[in-house]
């Protein structure tokens, strides 16, 4: 027996996710599904077969913004890769429609235990898979082999995280290396 209806167009996810994060990026997450379609050129029905809900959308979507990878820099030193994953990191926060969408995901991660789950999640991931700037800087004797890595990882994203979401000005990427890895303080005297 022959196959009924159309077959399925294999570009309809693409299309999909890439009108939804065209829409997040510009609207934040101030839109409806039937604008999603929209903006995707499919029917409303085309959405609805991927997405039975605007949040499992959203969190499709959001995995994808999370799940971006970031280069991962070789200059020869730990200060000079983490100058350049902080300015990466930076240059996030000031593309357009970031900033509002962070704030929104943000918001919703304290409402919604999956939100939350989903940046912690795909962060940690996204920062252990840079890691090996940290494990050059080991081997190279620039960091101990026991430091918290973590600790570290965090306070650089924690801290462009904070002062984004409060609209602070953001810091310069030199200035923030040197000072998380010298400290502030001057060193005592011998």
Do not use: C
């Not at 995707?40 to 809900?53: E, H, L, N």
């Not at 918001?107 to 700037?133: F, H, N, Q, Y």
């Amino acid at each position: 027996m022959p196959a009924r209806g159309r077959k399925p167009d294999p570009t309809l996810d693409t299309k999909i996710r890439q009108a939804a994060a065209t829409l997040v990026l510009a609207q934040g997450l101030d839109f409806t599904m039937d604008d999603l379609a929209a903006a995707a050129g499919v029917g409303r029905a085309s959405v609805f077969r991927r997405y039975a809900t605007k949040r499992e959308m959203l969190l499709d979507t959001l995995t994808g913004f999370m799940d971006t990878h970031v280069a991962i820099p070789d200059t020869g030193t730990v200060e000079g890769d983490l100058i350049v994953v902080a300015r990466d990191t930076l240059a996030l926060w000031e593309a357009p429609g970031f900033a509002r969408m962070a704030k929104q995901m943000y918001g919703e991660a304290g409402r919604d235990p999956a939100v939350a789950e989903l940046i912690k999640t795909t962060m940690r991931t996204r920062m252990a898979r840079s890691w090996i700037v940290y494990e050059r800087a080991i081997a190279r004797g620039e960091l101990p082999e026991d430091a918290d890595l973590w600790l570290l990882t965090d306070l650089v994203t924690g801290l462009v995280a904070y002062r984004g979401l409060l609209g602070l000005p953001l810091p310069d990427p030199a200035a923030l290396i040197r000072n998380l890895l010298g400290g502030f303080g001057t060193p005592p005297q011998a």
